[in-house]
């Protein structure tokens, strides 16, 4: 089995980017947001940049109730970018890799779709 990677957005931006908008810091619906200090944040070191979950991260990123805490609060609806390992990674621990925005994406899915298939 091929290693791969995978990325949720809302609309066209990822989904911890449309967070912070739809969900401001002061939204009460943050009293409900499951813990996510298990994940390093590194994101900001490296701007413009975009991150994909490892299938260890994506297994955490569920169990701990994140993601579908995350789906609860956008607005646009959500799917899943899933790539082979690219080339161009600039940063990697066991629940992610960073890399360059212009890394090829093997194929999209819808939530559900990717629920059925990969959860």
Known sequence: MSELFFRFLSGEKGIYEVVEKDCPKEDPRRENKPDGSWLPKVGENFPGAISFW????????????????????????????ITDRPENVLYEDEFQII???????????????FKRRFL
């Open 54 to 81: 490892s299938r260890f991260g994506l297994k955490k990123y569920v169990e701990s109730g994140l993601l579908d805490w995350h789906v609860s609060v956008v607005k646009e609806p959500v799917s899943v970018l």
């Open 99 to 113: 890399c360059d925005p212009k890394v090829e994406i093997k194929e999209r899915v819808t939530w559900v779709d």
